[in-house]
């Protein structure tokens, strides 16, 4: 479905190369983890497939597939919905992913097409459920609320049910459990694990061992823009070749507790 | 509602301040109102006659009585009449302030045409050659004054290709070349501020999300400029009230009898009444054009704190 | 900082011409050929020649050492004014910005009376106050303006004094005063320099204008803005008189404000 081939991306200012030529494939119902740690390129690789990577800072190149469509290229035209409907994407910081000052409410609606009645009711109904499923009931109140109101946690248990609403065929998790309290963060991993349940494809990014052994069916560990290990979890987890893998899993407190 | 009656407060602790330091300059000036209307008077007046002219207007009582008496009379209206020409100073007041307000209005409407749309401009094509043009021609017009301008738009425009006239205030056509002079440079700083917002805009993670969520380009850009909208906005409030304020030189310029020029008048002749009334007058504008601004800020992007440091936040790059 | 102003190409140029007007003022009689006060009516409004330049203007003194001259007044003017502005603003703004609480309220309030002053009112009122009318100039536009710079200041001295290591130092047992002088004065000072270079060029109008309507200056005084005054009457037939006092002004406060503007594209690139 998605394929990674040889990507490249560098700094137009610096010439640094952030990302030397990785690749990695997925099929349907699978779920890919991305560790790393910071500065690895695991987040400017995500962005990348969603061509989200500005152009002026950044200079791509290789290739990024999606269902035998190549994505990359300033040519390339992007398919109808691709960003939004087919690949929607769960930010790290929820409390600068919501514009400001604009009241939530609308700034969901914007990011739906909801003209009709129907559409509109059929959308407040799912969406009141997915919020209560994590434990938020009051939508009236956060619909009308300004960003800056809600906590972090409940911002980001808000795009996630807005993202599962999207109903996309893929989704990238990009760092979502790292800014928010361990609350919001167990109600926010068992969602995930909901939906991988129910067949959707995922791609987590994280420095969480514990957060991929959790989720993930394979794994690609990154490190200073390069793939060190590749592979199912089972197999990366259980027994690391990669040194570099074996310092991870070693710092990783949850794993080496066998927690996960 | 509270926060609308504090600014309220703050309005009127303002006006308070300004007049009171006003009336303590014009105290303090060697050559004393009394003296300039006795020399008007009398050509070579005696001691006696200076005070008795001081006398008659109420000079020679405390700085306090004269202050509150003044301000008494002020907020119903009654500004006294003027040393220099005895007439009521509130007839002189709206007859001058006619075509200054007029020519504020139109250069603020000339210097949000000029800033929004080259802001824009220079947003989208950051580091291109249009880019650059703008901001170099910004920097000149930033460098020279306004009045200036006035002289070269005149020279152009009035004496080379005659199409408008050089002087007076008769029709809002004459006030174009006046109102265009004191946008230029106006515009050239606002649009420094209002493109630095933009491009913060774009580049803040609120985009990113509304573009991973596919949200269409046009909608994104109504977002961005909610967000950038309200420095330039209180940028234009003030810009409006330095140019009733300031508007002298350009007044000189184009021989426009408007409030700058009546109190230069007033000044020179030591005319303090005038003067006083002049300060009220422009400051109530001044402090209400900020006020207003103000208010359309917050309907635009409620969230945003107040007003004290929007000032310096924009110029503190 | 130096060498990466020296990269860029705008920073370049405005320091040449900053450099410019700092040699004319200092050199005046160097580059003047004549003197620009005297009076050579016979030549009134001569074009350029041998002896004149760039001619003479309604009252025959020549154009060239009158602009060269003016230079001078000009600055003799804004650098004092912009030095006083720049040393209240920091002190004032430093100690309440530090400070805070009560003493921070009334610096808001008190700023905002001031803001709401024409600068233009007391500069008039001011002139007649003292003896030398250049300083009464200088007081009228530092009462007018350090309210302005001030607000500034004490934004920029907000927000480093939040940051981690500011907090980091008073927990190490800085003292307060150690702080303000070591850290929070240093680090702020590239923006106040841009801060106060494109607020010199804005001095440096701000004299023209009252010079325009006859403020502070002796009569006759050279100075761009006062040379436009006389060359009012005459903008139908000689504009050349309106254009070249304009263009000095436009030289000294460009090379300032270009100065001003490529620092701040360097200690705040925002972009890229």
New interface residues.
């Given amino acids: 479905m998605l394929k990674v081939n040889d990507l490249e991306i560098t700094a137009r200012f610096s010439k640094e190369r952030l990302v030397k030529g990785i690749g990695f494939e997925m099929g349907r119902g699978e779920t890919l983890g991305l560790i790393g740690e910071s500065g690895s390129g695991k987040s400017l690789t995500s962005?990348c497939i969603?061509k989200?990577l500005?152009r002026?800072r950044f200079s791509v190149g290789g290739s990024v597939s999606w269902k035998g469509r190549e994505i990359l290229g300033s040519h390339a035209k992007l398919p109808e919905?691709?960003?939004?409907?087919q690949i929607?994407?769960i930010?790290q910081?929820p409390m600068?992913?919501?514009?400001?000052?604009?009241r939530l409410g609308r700034?969901i609606e914007?990011?739906f097409d909801l003209r009709s009645r129907k559409a509109k009711n059929d959308f407040y109904e799912s969406l009141d459920a997915k919020l209560r499923d994590m434990n938020l009931s009051d939508m009236d109140k956060i619909l009308k609320s300004?960003p800056?109101e809600l906590s972090g946690g409940m911002l980001q248990r808000v795009m996630i049910a807005?993202t599962i609403l999207?109903k996309p065929e893929l989704i990238i998790a990009d760092e979502c459990t790292t800014a928010v309290d361990a609350a919001s963060e167990y109600m926010i991993l068992t969602e995930l694990e909901k939906l991988r349940r129910e067949g959707m494809s995922m791609i987590i990014v994280t420095h969480d061992f514990g957060v991929a052994a959790r989720l993930c069916d394979n794994v690609a560990v990154m490190r200073q823009g390069e793939v060190t290990e590749y592979g199912s979890t089972e197999k990366v987890f259980s027994s690391p070749q990669d040194a570099y893998t074996k310092e991870l899993a070693q710092a990783s407190l949850l794993f080496r507790e066998g927690l996960c | 509602m509270k926060h609308i009656l504090s600014r309220l407060l703050?309005l009127a602790?303002?006006?308070f301040?300004?007049t009171l330091?006003?009336f303590f300059?014009?105290s303090?000036?060697?050559?004393d109102a009394a003296q300039a209307l006795a020399v008007r008077r009398y050509t070579r007046p005696t001691d006696e006659q200076i005070t008795e002219v001081r006398h008659e207007l109420g000079l020679d009582r405390p700085f306090a009585s004269q202050y509150i008496n003044w301000l008494g009379n002020a907020v119903r209206g009654d500004f006294g009449d003027s040393y220099n020409t005895g007439k009521p100073i509130i007839e002189e007041l709206s007859a001058s302030m006619r075509p200054t307000f007029a020519m504020a209005l139109m250069s603020l409407v000339f210097t949000a045409l000029l800033s929004i749309p080259l802001g824009v401009l220079s947003a989208a094509r950051?580091?291109g050659f249009a880019d650059k043009t703008v901001y170099l021609f910004g920097?000149?017009c930033?460098?020279?004054?306004n009045?200036?301008i006035g002289?070269?738009l005149?020279?152009v425009f009035a004496?080379n290709i005659p199409l408008f006239s050089?002087m007076g205030a008769d029709s809002l056509k004459d006030l174009v070349l006046p109102s265009l002079a004191i946008a230029i440079p106006t515009a050239a700083a606002n649009i420094r501020v209002f493109r630095?917002s933009l491009?913060?805009g774009y580049?803040?993670?609120?985009v990113?999300?509304?573009?991973?969520?596919?949200?269409s380009e046009a909608?994104i850009a109504g977002?961005v400029n909610?967000?950038a909208l309200p420095p330039l906005i209180t940028l234009l409030g003030q810009s409006f009230?330095f140019t009733i304020?300031?508007s002298?030189?350009i007044e000189?310029?184009f021989s426009i009898p408007g409030v700058g020029s009546m109190?230069?008048t007033a000044?020179?002749s030591r005319d303090t009444v005038t003067?006083n009334a002049c300060?009220l007058v422009?400051?109530a504008i001044?402090?209400a054009v900020i006020f207003l601004a103000e208010v359309v800020n917050t309907l635009?992007?409620?969230?945003?704190r107040s007003k004290?440091?929007a000032?310096?936040?924009k110029?503190?790059? | 900082m130096l060498k990466k102003l020296l990269h860029r190409p705008q920073a370049v140029v405005g320091m040449l011409m900053m450099l410019t007007v700092l040699t004319v003022m200092a050199a005046a009689p160097c580059f003047a050929p004549n003197d620009p006060n005297k009076i050579d009516i016979l030549h009134k409004l001569a074009a350029p020649c041998e002896q004149y330049p760039l001619g003479t203007d309604e009252m025959g003194r020549c154009i060239l050492s009158r602009l060269i001259f003016a230079a001078r007044v000009s600055m003799s003017i804004s650098l004092p004014a912009i030095g006083a502005i720049a040393a209240i603003s920091v002190l004032l703004a430093t100690f309440c910005a530090y400070t805070g609480g009560i003493a921070d309220r009334i610096f808001?309030?008190?700023s905002?009376?001031f803001m709401?002053?024409?600068?233009?009112?007391?500069a008039?009122?001011?002139v007649?106050?003292f003896e030398s009318k250049a300083f009464s100039i200088i007081i009228s536009i530092v009462i007018a303006m350090w309210v302005?710079n001030a607000?500034?200041v004490?934004?920029?001295v907000l927000?480093e004094k939040n940051k981690p290591y500011i907090v980091t130092c008073r927990m190490s047992g800085c003292s307060e005063l150690r702080i303000i002088l070591r850290h929070i004065i240093p680090n702020i000072f590239p923006?106040l320099l841009?801060?106060y270079s494109t607020g010199l060029?804005g001095v440096i109008?701000m004299i023209?204008?009252y010079a325009?309507?006859g403020l502070g200056l002796e009569a006759g005084a050279a100075e761009w803005?006062a040379m436009?005054v006389g060359a009012?009457k005459l903008?139908?037939s000689h504009?050349e008189l309106?254009?070249y006092p304009?263009l000095c002004?436009?030289f000294?406060?460009?090379g300032f404000?270009?100065f001003g503007?490529a620092l701040?594209d360097i200690?705040?690139p925002?972009?890229?």
């Fill in positions: 962005k969603m989200l500005d002026r919905g691709y960003r939004g409907r929607a994407m930010m910081h600068t992913a919501f514009a400001p000052m604009i700034q914007l990011g300004y800056a807005v999207q | 703050m602790v303002v006006m301040g300004v330091l006003t300059y014009t303090l000036s060697p050559v950051r580091g920097i000149v930033m460098s020279v004054p009045y200036w002289f070269m005149m020279i004496v050089i630095s491009i913060e580049n803040s993670d609120f990113l999300y509304a573009r991973a969520r596919g949200i909608r977002m909610r967000f009230g304020a300031g002298a030189m000189f310029v109190l230069v000044l020179s003067v300060v422009i400051a001044f402090v635009i992007d409620p969230t945003r004290e440091g000032y310096a936040e110029t503190a790059a | 808001v309030i008190l905002n009376i709401a002053l024409p600068p233009f009112l007391v008039m009122t001011l007649g106050l302005w607000q500034v004490r934004t920029y927000r923006h841009v801060l060029s109008i023209s204008g325009f309507l803005g436009l009012n903008i139908f504009p309106i254009a304009g002004i436009l000294a406060a460009a404000n270009l503007e701040r200690c705040d925002g972009e890229d």
